[in-house]
């Protein structure tokens, strides 16, 4: 347990260090070029990958999903290089449908609690394959037949479609922008010859999803409108009052189904982790 949380924590100090530098301007190692730092980078994210594999046995599958979800971030567009190279895309798009393939092995085995952060996610994950699709098409054609380019691309709309199915139908919406644009692109996979029809416009909601900014597609429905301002002074301590109140008093056992701590890190999370 202890050595998982420590892996986690240092994947995630590495990640910090990442957007910092894509997004919010970061400086570079002295004497480093921007491919010289993504070399740097990758190579610091492999040694933790294998040093996790070393020291919290049977969870490769998670370490596996989460070194993907690094690849793509550090490859991805960003306001700093709104262009990445075609190589950075080719990565891009590789590591993001591998994400999404270890996703849906999750999702299909109820492996989230979360729907708002699996859509999120999954999300991102659809608009970097929507931009690599769309800039580096030739190079992903060449590594990929049609049948994988097709398997690969869908597997994003079967994660949004099954967290649907879990009760929150607003994902399907996320579902159906991510397939309006998919099929403009896939018409050049399914056809060589064809000229590429990806408008100005379209190129504008692409960016629109794949840099930060509002996370809603549309207003709050929740019976309060979307000014954050109105909720209560006291929500959190009301909040947490209601859930302890929920909970057994002698087992501490949980009646809202779901846990205040991620569940990755509860015994719960590791057994469902099929050891390899």
Known sequence: MAGAYIQWSNLHRLQSEMIE???????????????????????????????????TEGVDEMKHFSFCRFLFTLH?????????????????????????QI????????????PWFAT??????????????????????????????FERTK????????????????VAAC?????????????????????????????????????PGSAQLEPLRFGMGPDLMSLPDDLFESFTNEYAMTASPHDGTNYLGWDLLDHWFTDEGFTEVPIQ
């Not at 597997?155 to 607003?170: K, P």
């Open 76 to 100: 991805r567009p960003s306001p700093r290089v709104p262009f990445p190279s075609e190589n950075s895309l080719l990565t891009c798009f590789d590591a993001a449908t591998q994400w999404a």
């Open 175 to 211: 579902a159906g922008i991510y397939e309006r644009l998919l099929g403009t692109l896939l018409e050049s996979v399914f056809s060589p010859d064809h000229v590429l029809q990806f408008s100005p416009a379209q190129d504008a909601e692409l960016n629109r999803y794949l840099y």
């Open 21 to 55: 530098v894509h997004f919010q301007g970061g400086a570079l190692p002295e004497g480093m070029s921007w491919d010289d730092w993504l070399v740097y980078m990758e190579e610091k994210g492999r040694t933790l990958n294998s040093q996790w594999q070393t020291t």
């Open 120 to 149: 999120h996610h999954n999300f991102e994950a659809a608009m970097i394959v929507l931009f690599s699709l769309r800039h580096a098409g030739a190079a992903i054609r060449q590594k990929f037949d049609t049948q994988q380019l």
């Open 103 to 114: 996703a849906k092995e999750h999702f299909e085995r109820g492996y989230f609690r979360r």
């Open 155 to 170: 597997l994003l709309t079967s994660n949004f479609l099954i967290i649907a199915s879990q009760g929150w139908g607003e």
